[in-house]
């Protein structure tokens, strides 16, 4: 059973890979993205919503987990607190915690990512370039093992290529773009 966990910034390609992974392995995705929209649209305030969105994706993750199913999460992740709710909840169940970090190396890829996506989530406005950079700016370092891809380089199915090489290994051992 494993706990895949897709972290970056907006506009990383975090989605893109997750979205991948879920049709290739069968397996769930619990975006916060949409959560946080379905939160919205339900009447809560967006400053209530932030943390909540993160506390019910680690819900349901949990309820897949108590199953026995592996489960993909789709989220920035950008500190410390959800971070470790996940590794908590990998050590709850026992679940081989995979965490894959997506980075977009090339600033000029990266800001024109955001500035012609359309995602269609109901309810959410799509994220500015301005605010991605404020993003960045809190996003902290990771110290966790973990697969970091530069969705800048290569194409999608080498990105899932090598997300599929590092989530079908027993075992982790850093190495090249892995950190």
């Known amino acids: 059973m ?12 975090k989605s893109t890979l997750a979205e ?6 069968s397996m769930p995705v619990f975006s916060v993205d949409p959560i946080e929209a379905a939160m919205w649209q339900g009447g809560l305030s967006k400053q209530s919503t932030g943390i909540a969105a993160y506390d019910v994706a680690v ?16 989220a920035v992740n950008p500190v410390e607190a959800p971070r470790a709710a996940w590794r908590n909840l990998a050590g709850k169940f026992r679940a081989d915690l995979k965490i894959i970090e997506c980075v977009c190396a090339d600033e000029a890829v990266h800001r024109h990512r955001i500035e012609t996506r359309i995602r269609g989530i109901v309810g959410m406005p799509e994220v500015t370039w301005a605010r991605v950079q404020q993003r960045r700016v809190e996003y902290e370092s990771w110290a966790d093992a973990r697969l970091i891809l530069d969705t800048s380089t290569d ?11 590092y989530v079908r290994r027993d075992s982790f051992t850093p190495s090249g773009g892995e950190a």
């Open 2 to 13: 494993q706990l895949i966990v897709l972290s970056g910034l907006p506009g990383s390609g």
């Open 20 to 25: 991948s992974l879920s049709r290739t392995l």
């Open 59 to 74: 819900a349901l993750a949990d309820e897949h987990l108590r199953l026995g199913h592996s489960v993909i999460v789709d």
């Open 155 to 165: 194409a999608p199915e080498e990105l899932l290529a090598s997300a599929l090489r």
